[in-house]
Structure formats: structure tokens, C-alpha cells
């Protein structure tokens, strides 16, 4: 098994900016593709920004120019570091690790959230 706990989230104004981080336990060597995922209230599941073991990546549009991921692979850790926030960027962000090595590899394991609040 693997567990996964973000950390970084907070309270931010609008413009400013957050790096949210992923420390992954357990039987990290069956980690591929790690990812960030958010969800709104009232809003499903997406995804934000996957990066694979090879540092290959993809960005939902909606972040692509003011998101970062990066990885650390030997220590199977994961983070994404968020400029120029918008109100629109508040959710709970969510650590995400897959066995698979694609960036479209289902998520296998989750971290319990880190909320992010953008304020006007």
C-alpha cells in the first residue's frame, strides 16, 4: 500500500501564490504517474496537472501558464507550485499516484486533501 498527505494549502488573494507538496509512504517503488486533482464544491472530480516518472506532464487549460508540477522520483514525492490564483482555483486539492506510467493511468492511490481558498 501507499499513503500519500499534501501539504501547502491555505488562504491566498487573488494573484498571489501557493506551493502545494506530496510526501508519499509505504511501497513507493510502485509508483509511476503522480498528479494533482481538485474539487470545488458542488463540482466533480478533475484533474490539474500529472506528471509522469519520465517528467512528462499535462495541464488542465484552465492552469496551463500559472501551474508547476515537479517531482522528486527517488523520493516519490510530487509538487505543484500555483501563480497568479484566481478564485476560480479554490478547492480541495487532492495527491494523486498511479502504478501505471502514462499521464491518462487511472489513480490508484489518494491523499485525504489540502483545501485551497482564493480570495477576492
Known amino acids: 500500500q501507499v499513503q500519500l498527505v499534501e501539504s501547502g494549502g491555505g488562504l491566498v488573494q487573488a494573484g498571489g501564490s501557493l506551493r502545494l507538496s506530496c510526501a508519499s509512504s509505504g511501497n513507493i517503488f510502485s509508483i509511476n504517474t503522480m498528479g494533482w486533482y481538485r474539487q470545488a464544491p458542488g463540482k466533480q472530480r478533475e484533474s490539474v496537472a500529472r506528471?509522469?516518472?519520465?517528467?512528462?506532464?499535462t495541464y488542465a487549460d484552465s492552469v496551463k501558464g500559472r501551474f508547476t508540477i515537479s517531482r522528486d522520483n527517488a523520493k516519490r514525492t510530487v509538487s505543484l507550485q500555483m501563480n497568479s490564483l484566481e478564485p476560480e482555483d479554490t478547492a480541495v486539492y487532492y495527491c494523486g499516484a498511479s502504478r501505471g506510467g502514462s499521464v491518462f493511468s487511472k489513480v490508484d492511490y489518494w491523499g485525504q486533501g489540502t483545501q485551497v481558498t482564493v480570495s477576492l
Open positions: 506528471i509522469t516518472s519520465g517528467g512528462l506532464t
